[in-house]
């Protein structure tokens, strides 16, 4: 799917998920009820252009519509969405015609940073952290998927959306260290605290 383009509805939105992340979302302005009731009934995915304070980025999120948890009598809608790819937004229309939202083209891009860095591969098996859902912390032939390590750090959307866009792996690397390190100090800290009050 690699360099391949794709056509879809748009929803600008402070939002930025990895594949396989979801979240819950509140819908209440007409053009986005329109749309989740479309998605809702044909099954298509969406993109989340990632806006901070309504500038949109040049990267994305592609969802789909996991459920409508529930809906009011003025068709307002909680939502759950799910992360299913992410792109290079190469143009945005806010509306298009005989609708009331926007659409645009992206252009999928290749996400298969894996790296053997000794180093996150320590601190990954230190942390234990659970890259996958049902492999646990398992790391195939030293090899880890950087994206399943930033997933499983809980960053926010600011912080995804500042990985993801650095395009570069070593960078993508160093960031993802630095995160590792200031968490493992955190539950160092954690631990002294549990001794110290098991001590008195």
Known sequence: MTGTTKYMAMFPLGVFL????QIPLRIFEPRYKQLINE???????????YADEEILKPYGSEVELVKIAAKNSLGEMVILIRGV?????????EKISDKFYGA???EYVDDNFTTTNPELAVLVKK????????????IFNNAINLMNIAKSLMLNSE???LFYSMRNQAKMEAFLIKRLKFLERIQSQ???????????
């Not at 790819?85 to 229309?93: D, V």
């Open 39 to 49: 998605c809702n009934e044909t099954g298509e995915t969406f993109g989340i252009p």
């Open 18 to 21: 990895l594949p396989g992340e």
């Open 104 to 106: 645009g083209i992206v």
């Open 190 to 200: 954690e631990k002294l605290l549990e001794n110290n009050f098991s001590l008195n």
């Open 159 to 161: 912080e995804k959306y």
């Open 85 to 93: 790819s992410n792109f290079h937004l190469l143009n945005f229309k």
């Open 127 to 138: 942390l234990n952290l659970n890259l996958d859902p049902l492999l646990g912390s398992l």
